[in-house]
């Protein structure tokens, strides 16, 4: 437990000092970064919520450009998440790399996710009212700092957004 809170305390105090690197409040109020993988649809809903809030997001495919180890650390951290709650399991190497072993440590598990970016679950969110990991994709919509501009449905046609711009429960 303890191992635990110092990977995370040394997160937050990552994340902090990333935050006070940036003066430029402008930039920082208005930059949403998604960690996108465009053959996932998840992600790629994620990707056309945030759009439809008029935003256009930094988008980062994690997949062929992975976050440094401190950026990843920070991003999990900032989400509220253990290290194995943002862990992939499905369609990836998970079971042949044994990481269903409890016995594994935090730092260990990101070294995995780090050679293997595919474990990485997806996608994350990160704006200047949080970071999330977004499945479902509407789960977007809370960290965004702009309403959505009009409807909105799902690739699967599930309707998220009605013609007003109100959410859809």
Known sequence: MRA?????????????????????????AMTVTLYHNPQCGTSRNTLALIRNA????????????PPSRETLVALIARAGLTVREALREKGTPYAELGLDDP????DQLIDAMLAHPILINRPFVDTPLGARLCRPSELVIDLLPSP???????????VIIDETGKRVR
């Open 4 to 28: 635990r809170m110092t990977f995370f305390m040394r997160a937050l105090r990552v994340a902090a000092l990333e935050c006070e690197a940036s003066t430029d409040t402008t930039e920082r």
């Open 54 to 65: 008029g935003i256009e997001p930094n988008i980062i495919e994690y997949l062929t450009a």
């Open 103 to 106: 016995s594994l440590t935090d």
């Open 148 to 158: 959505q501009k009009g409807p909105f449905a799902k690739e699967d046609g599930q």
